[in-house]
């Protein structure tokens, strides 16, 4: 078994085996959170645990393929995340998160495996019926460049109370560099908890996609 | 003891339950929290609330910012503490008061404003 694969398996069972017991990139202190994004050319799984309410570390696995469906790459690694500043108002919150990371990776265009590293920052605004968001992140290798950005922007359809399953509308636009020859739009139909949220989309190139998150 | 005897006695105990319980104030304490959001965000201090041995409930409304916590009877919660655990959640404490009703009340009340 290679070193990808374990960490695979490690990951992948670091998401699922704990028991069922936030939308930033960790959760609250001491909780587990899982997320997924799941697409014909871009399958991601990624678990963090928030060591205080500022710091999560994680593992994740990532399935890319080119829009040609020619290239492939696979990488499994471990994640540190910061939250760098919050601001706090009576109807709105915004955020700067620190997201890095540094993997394994390998393609199918290349032999063996290549240490990856994913710096990347996010920035959110969000209030209980707006909510926009931008991730820039390297996905740097020896002789490989896929840098990633995306922006995301969303309202709700109406208020919900706390107990209450909110439905929003999200349309994000990503694109990623020398895989993707134009940017990726979806449009999504995202159900939030207090728990998980599920999103449902279809992309311009009409391809279904699923996203989650679960706090444990 | 005859049966009209302890026919009273059993009225007596009743009544007396009655009216202790409705002579205890349930104490709550009420914070308007700036920054919360959404649901997903809200749990963390809806979990690290009810994990206090002094909690008897929680009730958060997203829509007016508010969480409150019911203190157990004859316990007490320190409202630094309370102040403290929700900034540790992440989110920032407008205003806090202590008041003489159940969080199932202020539910109710809420939702009648509402």
């Given at each position: 078994?290679n070193?990808?694969?374990?960490?695979?398996?490690?990951?992948?069972?670091?998401?699922?085996c704990?028991?069922?017991?936030?939308?930033?990139?960790?959760?609250?202190?001491?909780s587990t959170?899982?997320m997924?994004?799941?697409?014909?050319?871009?399958?991601?799984?990624?678990a963090?645990h928030?060591?205080?309410?500022r710091?999560a570390?994680?593992a994740?696995?990532?399935?890319?393929?080119?829009d040609?469906?020619?290239?492939?790459?696979?990488?499994?690694?471990?994640?540190?995340?910061?939250?760098?500043?919050?601001?706090?108002?009576p109807?709105?919150?915004a955020?700067?998160?620190?997201?890095?990371?540094?993997?394994?990776?390998?393609?199918n265009?290349?032999?063996?495996?290549r240490?990856?590293?994913?710096?990347?920052?996010?920035?959110?605004?969000?209030?209980t019926?707006?909510?926009?968001?931008?991730?820039?992140?390297?996905?740097?290798?020896?002789?490989i460049?896929?840098?990633?950005?995306?922006?995301?922007?969303?309202?709700?359809?109406?208020?919900?109370?706390?107990?209450?399953?909110?439905?929003?509308?999200v349309?994000?636009?990503?694109r990623?560099?020398?895989?993707?020859?134009?940017?990726?739009?979806?449009?999504?139909?995202?159900?939030?908890?207090?728990n998980?949220?599920?999103?449902?989309?279809?992309?311009?190139?009409?391809q279904?996609r699923?996203?989650?998150?679960?706090?444990? | 003891?005859?049966?009209?005897?302890?026919?009273?006695?059993?009225r007596i105990?009743?009544?007396s339950l009655?009216?202790?319980t409705?002579?205890?104030?349930?104490?709550?304490l009420?914070?308007?929290?700036?920054?919360m959001?959404?649901?997903?965000?809200?749990?963390?201090?809806?979990?690290?609330?009810?994990?206090?041995?002094s909690?008897?409930?929680?009730?958060?409304?997203?829509?007016?910012?508010?969480?409150?916590?019911q203190?157990?009877?004859?316990?007490?919660?320190?409202e630094t503490?309370?102040?403290?655990?929700?900034?540790?959640?992440?989110?920032?404490?407008?205003?806090?008061?202590?008041v003489e009703?159940?969080?199932?009340?202020?539910?109710?009340?809420?939702k009648?404003?509402?």
């Amino acid at each position: 078994m290679n070193f990808v694969r374990c960490v695979r398996l490690t990951c992948v069972a670091a998401a699922f085996c704990i028991p069922l017991a936030n939308a930033g990139p960790m959760g609250f202190s001491g909780s587990t959170m899982s997320m997924g994004d799941f697409g014909p050319n871009w399958r991601e799984l990624f678990a963090n645990h928030a060591l205080t309410s500022r710091d999560a570390v994680g593992a994740e696995v990532l399935f890319m393929r080119s829009d040609d469906g020619r290239r492939e790459r696979e990488m499994a690694g471990v994640t540190y995340t910061r939250l760098v500043s919050r601001w706090n108002a009576p109807d709105s919150q915004a955020n700067v998160w620190f997201v890095g990371g540094v993997s394994a990776v390998r393609g199918n265009d290349f032999n063996g495996t290549r240490l990856m590293f994913t710096p990347g920052i996010q920035l959110d605004y969000e209030t209980t019926r707006v909510y926009v968001s931008a991730l820039g992140r390297l996905y740097r290798a020896r002789g490989i460049n896929h840098d990633y950005g995306s922006v995301r922007a969303g309202f709700s359809f109406w208020e919900a109370e706390y107990d209450e399953i909110q439905p929003w509308f999200v349309l994000e636009a990503r694109r990623m560099r020398n895989l993707s020859d134009k940017p990726e739009i979806t449009p999504m139909l995202r159900l939030i908890s207090k728990n998980y949220f599920v999103e449902l989309g279809v992309n311009t190139a009409r391809q279904a996609r699923f996203n989650f998150m679960y706090v444990f | 003891m005859n049966n009209l005897s302890i026919f009273r006695l059993g009225r007596i105990v009743a009544i007396s339950l009655v009216l202790s319980t409705s002579a205890a104030q349930a104490t709550t304490l009420v914070a308007t929290v700036n920054g919360m959001v959404c649901a997903l965000c809200a749990q963390g201090i809806e979990k690290k609330l009810r994990a206090l041995n002094s909690t008897q409930d929680v009730y958060v409304n997203l829509g007016q910012k508010v969480v409150a916590a019911q203190i157990k009877d004859g316990q007490k919660m320190d409202e630094t503490a309370f102040r403290a655990l929700i900034k540790d959640a992440g989110y920032d404490v407008a205003a806090l008061q202590s008041v003489e009703k159940t969080a199932a009340q202020i539910k109710t009340e809420m939702k009648t404003k509402k």
